[in-house]
């Protein structure tokens, strides 16, 4: 199985915006800090998901894949297949149809304190964008 942990961030809201991705798998761990346009921190977290899935589909074709997420929001939005806010509605479509190329995807809430690794990779993502 595959451990995934992704965090959004948003230097404003909206704000100049990056994504952590931090991934477990066989003893060995993978980081990556992937900037993205200006939007809000909410947005971020859809994207980071996204982000790690595309990240997934190319490394880990066919594993069992869970992931970890420290916003409620997505969490639950990807749960239920339903985002409440229309604007994440195209973006979370896109994460059901990639999370539905694995055999099984599992997606959890942790604190922001669990998710360390992945909120300092999105927020090295941002300043990535100031240089």
Request: aromatic fraction near 12%.
């Amino acid at each position: 199985m595959i451990e995934v942990y992704t965090d959004g961030a948003s230097g404003g809201n909206p704000g100049r915006s990056g994504v952590g991705v931090y991934i477990k798998a066989y003893g060995k761990q993978y980081e990556y800090s992937i900037p993205l346009k200006e939007m809000s921190n909410h947005e971020a977290e859809f994207h980071a998901v996204n982000k790690a899935l595309e990240i997934c589909l190319e490394k880990f074709p066919d594993e069992i894949l869970s992931f970890q997420s420290d916003s409620q929001a997505v969490v639950v939005a990807i749960e239920k297949k339903f985002a409440k806010n229309p604007d994440f509605k195209q973006i979370l479509d896109e994460i059901l149809e990639k999370a539905s190329h694995f055999p099984y995807f599992f997606i959890k809430w942790i604190p922001s304190k669990h998710n360390f690794h992945a909120d300092q990779l999105a927020k090295k993502a941002i300043q990535m964008q100031q240089k």
